[in-house]
């Protein structure tokens, strides 16, 4: 009942290729009474959500269930909600215009914590009821999953239910317990009941909380038998045995990854001290190269990209990655497809590497030494030694290169005035790296370094989710003070808005008491909180003030070991003591080795039953 006038909107909008769905390999299927539906919400723009894996996985592999349609959405750009709110068009769906509201299951991917404005914006556009407690039979539910879901207690009074772990694991049981559900004349809570059981769903009006008088966490207790104390995380052990779409939707118009990704492997043996993604996602799996080549042909005869990126937290430390990357060439080459490595390592780089995966033509080369000082990637456990990104990089610009991106943090926990001026004295130092090279190589040109710091968020799930966050005058001092060491013209300087990552910090580290100040920040009119045209401070300000909440409460506070945190509820396999242990390895700056070099014990061994990597 909606199309047309959608449609009609579509001329008055900015980019209409993000509305008008259809493209080659998306799927559509009748939606009757007797299936289940699915609307797979990305709280971001169509151009951010295409481009994530996840929604690509689950999308096809849910489709494939004779009983279940599942139908993507995406936060639509100011243009169109104007367009939609003046037309009385509720939200959609991009396959076949049906309210959102009307799905039986609504689910977002929590991927970055400056979404969850636009999480409760896409509620509002719907027609949804915001908290869960509103929320009466014939309403749909309303899930979440993805890395946020390990933290997820802001949204914990918009959200029926989080999924904690692997969704390919977890999503047939889920479904199918709503479909013994529905129809049986039981309550929602009497389904939530149902799925509480399973393992790695969570279920937060089931947990009550309890404060002290200085606003840490007193108690967080389950109130029903069904909720487990803890909620441990879904895994697969095998991962060839994961769910690989054969036919990649193609976009009409240019997304932010307009490419082929190949997932070489989840997980991360490195153990950075800043990096939530590699405790979250461990233990380390990795698919045989003759399943990641079946996969790559499959892609290619599918879709006709052009380039394929071989994905993962750090594409070189895949254990099979030479005898990949020739087969790969095998089929890649002769069609002119470009392979990219994001993800590399400047400890494993090497001269052979960039010359087979610049067969094609050159990609760009992106390094992350993190800190400017080896005794603050020592804190860091970045593993990484000044004289290895100098090798690396020459080697880089003896094969041709003269662009190199260097990726920093500012904010670092023990980082001092010289750590921070140690990341420009390191890009001076690639820049004369490049000057050692023969003329003959360097062929007349230039050379041209960027380096952009973003700003430390202390994240759940680390060994430094106890620190404090920089405040918002130092981490401005600290990039003014770097900026005007920068002379040569050589290095182009990037950094994040302070003001954004306090935030980030916030939402990080938030409990439960967060959700009202989410809904009076959207009703001030924020949303897209990760672009820079939305952004507004003081309205979020101003919903922290009439909420009675004071934001640097989590962002600035130093918290104590024995202090109960918000995400205590998950279990990701990696025991606290584990992190408590490299804090205070951090603190004496002494590294850890790999996974692959020494077990550090951390506890991810759980999944398999004994050592990760024999």
Not at 116 to 138: C, D, F, H, Q, W
Not at 168 to 188: L, N, P
Not at 400 to 408: A, D, E, I, P, S
Request: charged fraction near 30%; charge should be negative.
């Amino acid at each position: 009942m909606y199309k047309k006038k959608f449609e009609a909107c579509l001329k008055r909008v900015q980019k209409p290729a993000r509305y008008i769905g259809n493209e080659f390999n998306s799927i559509h299927k009748e939606m009757t009474s007797d299936m289940m539906s699915f609307a797979f919400c990305f709280p971001d723009v169509y151009e951010v959500g295409m481009s994530h894996l996840g929604i690509k996985i689950l999308y096809h592999m849910m489709n494939e269930w004779e009983d279940t349609v599942c139908e993507r959405v995406f936060a639509p750009w100011d243009d169109m909600e104007q367009e939609m709110k003046k037309e009385g068009i509720p939200l959609l769906s991009l396959e076949s215009y049906t309210p959102v509201r009307e799905f039986d299951m609504v689910g977002f991917t929590l991927q970055y914590e400056m979404s969850y404005s636009n999480i409760v914006n896409m509620l509002k556009l719907a027609g949804i009821p915001l908290r869960t407690r509103e929320r009466k039979i014939g309403d749909p539910f309303v899930c979440c999953g993805g890395p946020c879901a390990y933290h997820a207690e802001p949204l914990s009074d918009l959200v029926d239910f989080f999924i904690l772990g692997e969704g390919e694991d977890i999503m047939r049981e889920i479904m199918q317990a709503y479909k013994e559900w529905r129809g049986s004349g039981r309550t929602r809570e009497e389904y939530l009941e149902t799925i509480a059981k399973i393992e790695g769903i969570y279920v937060p009006s089931f947990y009550d909380v309890e404060y002290n008088d200085d606003n840490t966490i007193k108690s967080f207790e389950p109130n029903r038998d069904c909720a487990p104390k803890k909620v441990k995380k879904r895994i697969i052990l095998n991962f060839d045995d994961t769910y690989i779409p054969e036919k990649l939707i193609v976009p009409f118009m240019e997304v932010v990854h307009d490419r082929i990704m190949l997932e070489l492997f989840r997980g991360c043996i490195r153990g950075c001290r800043f990096c939530q993604a590699g405790y979250i996602y461990r233990p380390v799996r990795e698919r045989s190269v003759k399943r990641l080549v079946g996969a790559a042909r499959n892609a290619i005869d599918a879709t006709g990209y052009e380039e394929m990126t071989l994905s993962s937290l750090s594409t070189s430390d895949y254990t099979c990655l030479f005898e990949l990357i020739d087969e790969l060439l095998k089929i890649t080459v002769d069609k002119r497809i470009n392979l990219s490595l994001p993800s590399l390592r400047v400890d494993n780089f090497s001269m052979e590497l960039m010359e087979k995966v610049q067969k094609v033509k050159k990609s760009g080369l992106t390094f992350a030494p993190e800190a400017g000082t080896q005794r603050l990637r020592d804190v860091i456990n970045k593993n990484v030694r000044e004289e290895e990104l100098i090798r690396t990089t020459s080697i880089a610009f003896e094969g041709g290169y003269n662009r190199v991106k260097l990726y920093f943090m500012m904010g670092l926990p023990t980082e001092t005035d010289d750590d921070v001026l140690g990341i420009g004295d390191l890009a001076d130092k690639v820049i004369d790296a490049f000057y050692q090279v023969p003329p003959e190589k360097r062929k007349g040109r230039s050379v041209t370094v960027t380096v952009s710091t973003s700003l430390f968020v202390p994240k759940p799930f680390t060994p430094f989710q106890w620190e404090p966050q920089n405040r918002i005058s130092e981490l401005e001092r600290k990039a003014s003070m770097l900026s005007k060491s920068i002379t040569n013209r050589k290095i182009i300087y990037n950094w994040h808005s302070s003001q954004v990552s306090f935030l980030e910090a916030v939402f990080a580290k938030g409990d439960r008491r967060l959700g009202e100040v989410l809904i009076s920040a959207v009703e001030f009119g924020c949303k897209f909180d990760g672009w820079t045209d939305f952004f507004d401070y003081e309205k979020w300000m101003k919903a922290f003030e009439i909420n009675g909440i004071d934001p640097e409460f989590y962002a600035y506070r130093r918290i104590g070991y024995d202090e109960i945190l918000p995400w205590d509820y998950a279990d990701i396999g990696v025991n606290k003591s584990f992190f408590i242990a490299e804090h205070k390895r951090a603190y004496e700056e002494k590294t850890t080795p790999s996974c692959r070099e020494k077990c550090a014990g951390c506890g991810a061994a759980q999944f398999g039953g004994g050592v990760c990597f024999e």
